[in-house]
């Protein structure tokens, strides 16, 4: 049974910095596909980040330069941290995995397996 947990949201001002944790149960984080995704008031959801097996990663351009995906392994942990937050930034972030393997990376897909229950990132 796979289990997805995130945590590391709140509120921020604009310009601060948040680093949200998604931990990991019955899944290795260092041997599939993971990735991030989020979903503000009235908006779609849309895929911020994703990292693969390999460690390439994608992410879409609204956040670019800002933020970073990465993981521990050891602690079977997916980050995303979050700098120079803007208002727009706001949103549910949830993260997500699946088991692929050799795929191209892209920060939009979105039909993952494995869904976590989100956490709030409000910038103001």
């Known amino acids: 049974h796979v289990q997805l947990v995130e945590s590391g949201g709140g509120s921020v001002q604009s310009g601060g910095s948040l680093r949200l944790s998604c931990t990991a149960s019955?899944?290795?984080?260092?041997?599939?596909?993971m990735a991030w995704f989020r979903q503000g008031p009235g908006k779609e959801r849309e895929g911020v980040a994703a990292?693969?097996?390999?460690?390439?990663?994608s992410y879409a351009d609204s956040v670019k330069g800002r933020f970073t995906i990465s993981r521990d392994k050891a602690k079977n942990t997916l980050y995303l941290q979050m700098n120079r937050l803007k208002p727009e930034d706001t949103a549910m972030y949830y993260c997500?995995?699946?088991?692929?393997?050799?795929?191209?990376?892209?920060?939009?897909?979105?039909?993952?397996?494995?869904w976590g229950q989100g956490t709030q990132v409000t910038v103001s």
């Open positions: 997500a995995a699946d088991r692929w393997t050799g795929c191209t990376v892209i920060a939009g897909r979105s039909d993952l397996s494995y």
């Open positions: 019955g899944y290795s984080v260092s041997t599939g596909y």
């Open positions: 990292i693969d097996s390999d460690g390439s990663t």
